[in-house]
């Protein structure tokens, strides 16, 4: 269908220009926009963090910053990264792409769309003001486990201020999307026709929605213990310090999924484009997924195997996460079955992608080896766990979000993005990334503690390798900033369909895509 | 800024290349196993990596052949399956299969590392911010297990020795060949008990006592660190555990028993004795938050030079040592004896700017104790 035909005299086509368009807007694309900005400044903020923390961790003894702000660091830099770079970009593809996938006109509650985004930037500021008050930011790690939170300046204050603000544009973003995608779609679009990128993010927005309120609880009983003598926590008064690892884990392991399923959906978008190929087994990916997501409940405490709980605990949290390797296991051969017997190319979504299948895998198989509860006591709080979550994170999410960048640019500016740069982005993001996070196996197997300033000297070499290579990944992502800016600002058209084995509906409108789409639902076989 | 840059990191490329080409230290595995619990671990790491190396090649492989075959520019036309149940229940199922078998060894290992039954001997094992104490239950032995690596090794004045950060005053000292039970808990925030060569990682959790046990039979020092993170010195307290024989261990214990300080609970000591006991307890205990040179860390830890307790009425002074104060100040009641609280008293009342001139008796002390 021809998106061209829509007739733009709605009145509403011109938005109000400068920064009043942006804070009152209401547009999809719009919100979608400021997301992915958000999104990336927050990325390169932690992501300096990160190179903070790799600078003082090059050589043991300390030399550039005490203790007690490394911790500062260690701290705000996983916040910052999972509350305000991975999650708000996967709801920036979603606001983009939600509505023109299922042939919608916008979100659903367009104006709370505008406010879930408004709540984040007054967030970020108070995670990133916090270094500035007496006693710094919060230092006790993004688990926030008390007593220690407990014992922290007005920086935990903010901290808790910014997760409730956060959770609640969480929550609202997912009641947007749930409502968008059961209400809104195109007629004969049935939910097993959706593009696989609508089904993830339908499924993350219900563990967004049970669990974002489970972190708010838990964060409130820290603020409660802290200033107004409740002893939720603290077992000089009858609390328990255990039961906030049971609630913030009951949160933070479906968080886990909440970060890799729209991944997952915009992997299973780009695989089949660049194989000329239909995706392998779609229903089996989408019970897949909803299985990921129900088990996702089942399984919080193989993150606390060492609080020593009893051995039937452990044994069945050991079972319950060995489980989720089955069908995250199908997916992987999906994906493979997918590719083989394709016409395939390698443009940068591509490269991404499958990058994206190969370390999450590794990432998916030292998930694996942790599960196991002797092997996990061996190696919890070490470098292996912070290997293994940057093999997920990292090269799981952050780098599905930069195919899925390169993927939709064209649709998004109207223009091609500059396929060498894209490229070169990819290779350098790629082996940085690698000589960053694999020698961190090593520094775990050997006894490595996470979250420390200074380190005995059996780590010194593994730490440097890993120095190196942060700096070069760091570095790398300038490329990527340089290719998005050079794209927005000119470059080759795009057509409305720039890759030729691409089928969902956003391809076919125009590219870039109208102010306004779908304002007449196009019909789906 | 720059400069300094390069002065401290031009070293540690250096450092870095001369040791890449020295890869022999380079450790790839798990430490040595010294427990028959380690070394459980030690070959179920090795058998799941070997599954998992085995899958990976596997999958991948078909993977990259499909990449290096089915490609346009060799003008491979797509195929157009897109689903085969055969295929499909097939693989959910061979996995499902491995698991099962990874998961049999894992379930064996797990219930004899928490069989703490029938122990020879019991340890008590406290952490606090940021030490380790050590209670011989039964045997009357009771210390404290501070970092010994010294201050100028850690901001690069010295030349950092080979157990840099892993090296302690006094080191948990333990028989070969009887079987170690510790009862683990915490005084303040949650620790973790980490030894790697014994396959023990306990968390230390405040309200909780766990078990956990070992039985090592080579004798030697096996070293290992607080593997929780507990506020600002987490990176600084490790764990040293020797094993010696039993002999040498009786011999070990009797020794402890008469190194035991008395100190007479009823004598007045002079401004002299208490302030030289007390800079010791000092550097032990105070010095890590309010410094050696008594200025703390401006908005984290007070200074005690010039501080108005310090300087004030000399019961609030002991009571705050006693108890604490606002959650960050540890209350010291049960770690120190009276003597220990009035040296340290005595001694920062005299320190640095603070001259009060008061020697502060063990029986004032005492006297505060609720």
Same mark, same amino acid.
């Given at each position: ?166 959770? =609640? ?135 606390? @195997? ?47 992608? =499958? ?33 293994? @979550? ?136 | ?31 040595? *196993? ?20 085995? &899958? ?20 491979? !036309? ?17 996995? /499902? ?46 210390? /404290? ?16 020795? !080979? ?16 079987? &170690?039970?510790?009862? &683990? ?20 959790? #405040? ?11 080579? *004798? ?15 990176? /600084? ?27 007479? #609970? ?35 830890? *007070? ?58 008796? *063990? ?8």
């Amino acid at each position: 269908m021809d998106a061209t035909a829509h007739t733009h005299d709605l009145g509403h086509e011109h938005p109000p220009k400068g920064i009043m368009r942006w804070l009152t807007t209401t547009n999809h694309k719009d919100i979608g926009t400021l997301y992915l900005w958000f999104s990336l400044i927050m990325f390169l903020s932690a992501g300096s963090m990160a190179l903070m923390i790799r600078a003082e961790l090059f050589e043991p003894g300390l030399q550039f910053f005490q203790p007690d702000f490394f911790n500062q660091l260690t701290t705000l830099h996983g916040l910052l990264m999972i509350f305000g770079a991975i999650m708000p970009a996967f709801v920036g593809f979603a606001n983009w792409l939600v509505p023109m996938m299922i042939g919608a006109p916008d979100m659903a509650f367009a104006r709370m769309n505008n406010w879930s985004f408004w709540l984040l930037p007054p967030a970020a500021l108070l995670l990133l003001g916090s270094f500035f008050v007496p006693g710094g930011a919060a230092a006790a790690g993004w688990t926030l486990y008390p007593p220690l939170s407990i014992q922290m300046g007005m920086g935990m204050d903010m901290t808790i201020f910014a997760i409730h603000l956060m959770g =609640i544009s969480s929550i609202m973003g997912s009641i947007n999307i749930i409502t968008t995608i059961l209400n809104l779609r195109a007629p004969g679009m049935s939910l097993m026709k959706m593009p696989m990128f609508v089904w993830t993010w339908l499924i993350t927005a219900y563990l967004l929605i049970a669990v974002m309120p489970v972190l708010a609880g838990a964060v409130t009983m820290l603020l409660t213990d802290r200033h107004f003598g409740t002893h939720f926590f603290n077992p000089a008064g009858g609390g328990d310090p255990l039961m906030y690892e049971h609630i913030f884990w009951f949160f933070g392991h479906p968080e886990v999924y909440i970060m890799i399923l729209p991944a997952f959906g915009i992997v299973s978008q780009i695989i089949p484009t660049f194989a000329r190929k239909p995706l392998f087994g779609y229903a089996s990916m989408v019970y897949a997924t909803a299985s990921i997501a129900i088990l996702s409940f089942t399984v919080w405490a193989h993150h606390m @195997f060492t609080v020593g709980m009893p051995a039937a605990g452990q044994l069945f949290f050991m079972y319950a996460t060995m489980l989720i390797a089955v069908p995250t296991g199908v997916k992987v051969f999906n994906w493979v079955a997918t590719m083989w017997r394709g016409s395939m190319t390698f443009e940068t979504p591509m490269l991404f992608a =499958i990058a994206f299948v190969c370390l999450f895998t590794i990432g998916g198989f030292s998930g694996l080896v942790l599960a196991l509860v002797p092997v996990d006591i061996q190696l919890h709080n070490t470098y292996y766990v912070v290997a293994h @979550f940057h093999y997920v994170l990292f090269s799981g999410a952050a780098m599905s979000i930069m195919a899925g960048v390169y993927f939709w640019l064209p649709k998004w500016t109207g223009h091609m993005y500059d396929e060498r740069l894209g490229k070169l982005h990819f290779w350098t993001t790629t082996i940085a990334f690698n000589i960053t996070f694999f020698p961190m196996h090593f520094l775990g197997l050997a006894g490595m503690p996470r979250r420390i300033p200074d380190y005995a000297l059996q780590f010194t070499t593994f730490n440097q390798v890993a120095s190196v290579g942060a700096f070069l990944l760091g570095m790398s992502q300038l490329i990527f900033l340089v290719v998005v800016l050079k794209c927005i600002r000119g470059g080759k058209k795009a057509p409305s369909k720039p890759w030729e084995g691409a089928d969902s509906l956003e391809w076919t409108l125009p590219s870039p895509a109208p102010y306004h789409s779908f304002q007449t639902p196009p019909v789906v076989k | 800024m720059l400069d300094k840059l390069v002065a401290r990191t031009g070293g540690g490329v250096a450092l870095m290349l001369a040791s890449l080409s020295a890869r022999a230290d380079l450790q790839y595995n798990l430490q040595p *196993p010294a427990t028959n619990v380690a070394s459980q671990i030690y070959n179920l790491h090795l058998m799941v990596l070997w599954v998992c190396l085995g &899958i990976f090649v596997v999958v991948f492989g078909a993977m990259f052949y499909s990449i290096l075959r089915h490609r346009k520019s060799l003008g491979h !036309k797509a195929a157009n399956f897109h689903e085969n149940t055969l295929v499909e229940i097939t693989w959910t199922v061979i996995p /499902f299969i491995i698991l099962m078998a990874m998961a049999y060894p894992a379930s064996k290992t797990v219930l004899d590392m928490k069989n703490t039954s029938d122990a020879d001997m019991t340890i008590k094992v406290t952490g606090y911010q940021w030490k380790w104490g050590y209670h011989y239950l039964g045997q009357g032995v009771n210390f /404290f297990s501070n970092l010994s690596t010294p201050r100028s090794e850690i901001e690069n004045l010295q030349t950092k020795d !080979k157990h840099y950060l892993l090296e302690v005053d006094h080191p948990m000292v333990v028989p070969t060949g009887e079987k &170690i039970k510790l009862l &683990i808990t915490s005084n303040d925030v949650i620790h973790g008990w980490y030894l790697p060569a014994f396959g023990i990682q306990q968390d230390a959790i #405040p309200g909780f006592v766990k078990s956990v046990w070992f039985k090592v039979d080579e *004798p030697g020092t096996y070293r290992g660190q607080c593997a929780q993170l507990c506020g600002k010195d987490h990176g /600084f307290m490790p764990i040293v555990v020797k094993a010696v024989s039993p002999q040498d261990f009786t011999k070990w214990i009797q020794a402890q028993k008469a190194a035991v300080v008395t100190y007479n #609970p009823n004598k007045t000591y002079t401004e002299a004795e208490l302030v030289q006991h007390g800079a010791q307890v000092y550097a032990a205990n105070c010095a890590a938050c309010h410094q050696a040179n008594g200025k703390g860390i401006p908005g984290a830890f *007070p200074a005690l030079d010039g501080d108005p307790i310090v300087n004030g009425p000399k019961a609030v002074h002991i009571e705050t040592v006693l108890n604490g104060k606002g959650g960050r100040m540890p209350a010291w009641k049960d770690q120190l004896n009276d003597f220990d609280i009035a040296s340290v008293i005595t001694y920062e009342r005299n320190s640095w700017g603070n001259h009060t001139g008061e020697a502060i008796q *063990p029986a004032e002390v005492k006297a505060l104790r609720k």
